[in-house]
Antibody, heavy 121, light 107 residues
Framework: QVQLVESGGGLVKPGGSLRLSCAAS????????MSWIRQAPGKGLECISY????????NYADSVKGRFTISRDNAENSLYLQMSSLRAEDTAVYYC??????????????WGQGTLVTVSS | SYVLTQPPSVSVAPGKTARLTCGGD??????VHWYQQKPGQAPVVVVY???DRPSGIPERFSGSNSGNTATLTISRVEAGDEADYYC??????????FGGGTKLTVL
């Protein structure tokens, strides 16, 4: 069925690195922009990055720019988030989400179940 | 940047109508999307493009957008509608933002 499944979360020390993965199934992955959205414990939603269908365009929130890198492998139907120089404030559930719409009409029409990243010594 | 303002909480009795607002500068000129998030679950889009509903979302959920306020209206509220609701817009062709969320409590 149509779904997104994240993996790779866990406990990491401040300054450390982690790579998240998102496996897509049930739809033509290469047709869609994809994104990572996070939610700190008890807080709201923050879109931290998205990537275009062919990886030519990427966008990052200021909070992660220069530390996180989004990528995708259309042959493997997979989305990735390489996170480095992690900080305590990066602790959150990280969701993979499919982008519906385009340009100024982007929204998120399919979400994974999320993976928890905890940054702590 | 662009700020979306949502009331932290709204309470409504079962069977009544809940109106959740999302305020932003000239938000009526933008396309607003609404998400429902139940405890321990991922968000789900309930309204997109101001007033469109994805398949599977009850007609009780409707949206409107004008001036500086967008509104998600939930008619005939049920206990299962209790959740956090977030609005979201793209304020440029590249940048987007979520509101802080509203916790809907069904009394």
């Amino acid at each position: 069925q149509v779904q997104l499944v994240e993996s790779g979360g866990g406990l990491v020390k401040p300054g450390g690195s982690l790579r998240l993965s998102c496996a897509a199934s049930g739809f033509t992955f290469s047709d869609y922009y994809m994104s990572w959205i996070r939610q700190a414990p008890g807080k709201g939603l923050e879109c931290i990055s998205y990537i275009s269908t062919s990886s030519t365009n990427t966008n990052y929130a200021d909070s992660v720019k220069g530390r996180f890198t989004i990528s995708r492998d259309n042959a493997e139907n997979s989305l990735y988030l390489q996170m480095s120089s992690l900080r305590a404030e990066d602790t959150a559930v990280y969701y993979c989400a499919r982008v519906g719409g385009s340009g100024s009409y982007k929204y998120f029409d399919l979400w994974g179940q999320g993976t928890l990243v905890t940054v702590s010594s | 940047s662009y700020v979306l303002t949502q009331p932290p909480s709204v309470s409504v009795a079962p069977g009544k109508t809940a109106r959740l607002t999302c305020g932003g500068d000239n938000i009526g000129s933008k396309s607003v999307h609404w998400y429902q998030q139940k405890p321990g679950q991922a968000p789900v889009v309930v309204v997109y493009y101001d007033s469109d509903r994805p398949s599977g979302i009850p007609e009780r959920f409707s949206g409107s957008n004008s001036g500086n306020t967008a509104t998600l209206t939930i008619s005939r509220v049920e206990a299962g509608d209790e959740a956090d609701y977030y609005c979201q817009v793209c304020y440029t062709s590249r940048d987007l933002v979520f509101g802080g969320g509203t916790k809907l409590t069904v009394l």
